[in-house]
C-alpha cells in the first residue's frame, strides 16, 4: 500500500481563491518532505523542502507567498496556493524518505484554476 | 550542481521489441543514488529502481535490465519484449547521498508501445 497519501487528488477551484493539498506519511515519520509541481508534458522540478518546525526551503523562481508550505508536524506537509490563477493548473506531488534515501511519493494532485 | 539527460523526447516501438531508454547525468558529488521512475496517464510515480553510485553491478528484474557505466555517467534502461502495459513516460532521477531526499529529475522519455 502506498506510504505517503496525497489529497486531494484532483481540485478545481476559482481563480483568486486559495486551496491546500495535504501530504501525510504513513507508518513512518518524516522530518523533510518535498514539494513537486509538473507542467504537462514536462518534467519535475522541485518547488521546496518542507521542514517540520521550521520554514520551508523554496527553490529559485518560487514564489513562498504564493505557496504557502507547512510542516507542522512529523507526519503532514501542506501546500497552499494562494489566490490561484490559471498558470497556476499544474500536477503537484510530494515525496518524503524514509531511512535517508527510500524516497517515497504520494499520489499526485491535479490542480485546475478556472 | 546535479543535471541529469534524457535525450529521447518520444520514443514508438512495435510490442515485443526491446526498447532502451538512455540517461546521462551529472554530479559533483562521489557518492550519489540514480532512480528510474514510470509515470502512467494517471500521474503517480511508479518506483522502478534506485541504484548506489558505489555498486555498477548491472541489475535484471523481469524484462527490465539496467545498465550503469559510472565511467560514462550513464544509467540506461531497457525493456525487453515489450508489452503495451509499458506506454508511459518514464524518468531517471540524482540524488545525493545520505540524508537529503531532494531529486534531479531529467526530463522524461515518453515511450508507446503499438500493439
Known amino acids: 500500500g502506498a506510504v505517503v497519501s496525497q489529497h486531494p487528488s484532483r481540485v478545481i477551484c476559482k481563480s483568486g481563491t486559495s486551496v491546500k493539498i495535504e501530504c501525510r506519511s504513513l507508518?513512518?515519520?518524516?522530518?523533510?518532505m518535498f514539494w513537486y509541481r509538473q507542467f504537462p508534458k514536462q518534467s519535475l522540478m522541485l518547488m521546496a523542502t518542507s521542514n517540520e518546525g521550521s520554514k520551508a526551503t523554496y527553490e529559485q523562481g518560487v514564489e513562498k507567498d504564493k505557496f504557502l508550505i507547512n510542516h507542522a508536524s512529523l507526519t503532514l506537509s501542506t501546500l497552499t496556493v494562494t489566490s490561484a490563477h490559471p498558470e497556476d493548473s499544474s500536477f503537484y506531488i510530494c515525496s518524503a524518505g524514509e531511512n535517508g534515501n527510500t524516497i517515497y511519493f504520494g499520489e499526485g494532485s491535479w490542480l485546475t484554476v478556472v | 550542481a546535479q543535471k541529469v539527460t534524457q535525450a529521447q523526447t518520444e520514443i514508438s516501438v512495435v510490442e515485443k521489441e526491446d526498447v532502451t531508454l538512455d540517461c546521462v547525468y551529472e554530479t559533483r558529488d562521489t557518492t550519489y543514488y540514480l532512480f528510474w521512475y514510470k509515470q502512467p496517464p494517471s500521474g503517480e510515480l511508479v518506483f522502478l529502481i534506485r541504484r548506489n553510485s558505489f555498486d555498477e553491478q548491472n541489475e535484471i528484474s523481469g524484462r527490465y535490465s539496467w545498465n550503469f557505466q559510472k565511467s560514462t555517467s550513464s544509467f540506461n534502461f531497457t525493456i525487453t519484449a515489450s508489452q503495451v502495459v509499458d506506454s508511459a513516460v518514464y524518468f531517471c532521477a540524482l540524488s545525493p547521498h545520505f540524508g537529503n531526499e531532494k531529486l534531479t529529475f531529467g526530463t522524461g522519455t515518453r515511450l508507446t508501445i503499438i500493439p
Open positions: 507508518d513512518f515519520q518524516a522530518t523533510t
